[in-house]
Each structure stands twice: as structure tokens, then as C-alpha cells.
């Protein structure tokens, strides 16, 4: 039943925008802090920005600091990502994630504790 969908990824050239949605189903988002990450051929998973449960607290990766920016709305059970000022560095196949708890913090935003992923998007910035 739990289930998360990742869409709004495609390709776009250096400095352009896109906007990630997470679209959450089967659980109470009201319990749940949410991530986004992302993953380049040949790297590791790396946290890219988190939100609390009430969106309250963001936190965000210093690589895209001052360029992305996540939200999310409760009642619809989404969370967003919105990518302005790309560079080719970010490409990458973008995933959301669920952890449970109220609260997070940028120490806490890395792939452990948590559980469940979604497919992911793929973004691709070139020229």
C-alpha cells in the first residue's frame, strides 16, 4: 500500500528549472519527514534536501544551497522539489524517500533511516 511516485525530471540545459514531485500514498505524511536525493553514475546516494513532517524544517545539501528549494503540501500528500540555476553536475536520477519522525536536521538528511524509496526521475542538465 505504501507507495511513492516520482515525476518532473527530463533534461534541460545549464541555468534552466525543473520541478521534482513526490507523490506519497498509504501512509499519514503527517508522521513522515521526507527527502529527496539523487544519484550519479558511478556515486553513491547523496542527500540533496529534507523537510519535516509540518514542513517546518528544511535542510539542504551546500552543493545546491541558494538554488533548490523543497516544500510540501500535506493535504495531497506531495512534496516538491524545485531546481533553479542547473548546473551539468546535477544530473542524476533523483529519488524521494520517507523517514518516520516529526523532525529532521541536516546531519540526519543522508540514506540511513530512510526506509522507503521510490523509483526515482531522471534529470538531465547539458547543452
Known amino acids: 500500500q505504501l507507495q511513492l511516485v516520482e515525476s518532473g525530471g527530463g533534461l534541460v540545459q545549464p541555468g534552466g528549472s525543473l520541478r521534482l514531485s513526490c507523490a506519497a500514498s498509504?501512509?499519514?505524511?503527517?508522521?513522515?519527514?521526507i527527502g529527496w536525493f539523487r544519484q550519479a553514475p558511478g556515486k553513491e546516494r547523496e542527500g540533496v534536501s529534507c523537510?519535516?513532517?509540518?514542513?517546518?524544517?528544511?535542510t539542504y545539501a551546500d552543493s545546491v544551497k541558494g538554488r533548490f528549494t523543497i516544500s510540501r503540501d500535506n493535504a495531497n500528500n506531495t512534496v516538491y522539489l524545485q531546481m533553479n540555476s542547473l548546473k551539468e553536475e546535477d544530473t542524476a536520477i533523483y529519488y524521494c524517500?520517507?523517514?518516520?519522525?516529526?523532525?529532521?536536521?541536516?546531519?540526519?538528511?543522508?540514506?540511513?533511516?530512510?526506509?522507503?524509496w521510490g523509483q526515482g526521475t531522471q534529470v538531465t542538465v547539458s547543452s
Open positions: 498509504g501512509f499519514t505524511a503527517d508522521y513522515y519527514t
Open positions: 523537510i519535516s513532517n509540518n514542513g517546518g524544517i528544511r
Open positions: 524517500a520517507t523517514r518516520r519522525g516529526i523532525t529532521i536536521t541536516q546531519a540526519l538528511c543522508t540514506t540511513a533511516g530512510f526506509g522507503f
